[in-house]
């Protein structure tokens, strides 16, 4: 009884982890991260920054389709392998593909979406007009928000998701978080300035 629990929760781990594979694990590498402050200081906004929101948004996509691996192996394990193994991979593996699958029913967004990385560029656009916030404006993404360095100014409400910079608290506590948090922000909206 106690190796069936055993390998029920080896299957439901690996079949939650393995969607969150390429998220977890593509954007950590050093070359990804040439151009970026450490986490977790305020990243400038660039083209580069905008690029990145797009790719994390694309590696997010990516998983989704890699939810199919879990539901194959978990259920090829059930048809001729260890079937409670077999019941975890699909269940984490199902379950994974109902939650992203909120979106489309307006749940809660991906961590990183299209509409984020046009705010982005928008506000880099603002920032070269003459509609700047002051004579030399350097827009930087903060945890909570956009705000200028030179003069302090908060630009836009926008929560910063993990963007996959590694962090300092190591690759595997990072990864953890990572994996809890799905790529959104750990912080919440300051419901006060609403």
Request: charged fraction near 20%; aromatic fraction near 10%; hydrophobic fraction near 40%.
């Amino acid at each position: 009884m106690i190796s069936a629990v055993l390998f029920f929760i080896a299957g439901f781990l690996l079949g939650h982890l393995m969607p969150r594979i390429p998220f977890m694990v593509l954007c950590r590498t050093s070359g990804f991260n040439k151009g970026f402050p450490p986490h977790p200081e305020p990243i400038p906004l660039s083209p580069r920054l905008t690029q990145r929101v797009l790719h994390m948004r694309w590696f997010h996509r990516l998983g989704t389709f890699t939810t199919l691996l879990p539901l194959c192996f978990g259920y090829l394990s059930i048809l001729g392998g260890q079937s409670t193994f077999g019941y975890g991979l699909f269940l984490a593996g199902g379950w994974t593909l109902l939650s992203r699958a909120q979106v489309l029913l307006d749940g809660p967004p991906v961590a990183c979406t299209l509409e984020m990385a046009e705010r982005l560029q928008m506000v880099m656009n603002i920032a070269d007009s003459e509609e700047a916030c002051c004579p030399h404006p350097q827009p930087q993404w903060w945890v909570e928000s956009i705000r200028c360095e030179s003069c302090s100014k908060r630009l836009e409400e926008m929560l910063r998701p993990d963007l996959g910079r590694p962090r300092k608290d190591g690759f595997f506590r990072g990864g953890f978080r990572l994996w809890l948090s799905d790529g959104r922000p750990m912080v919440l909206p300051d419901e006060s300035q609403n």
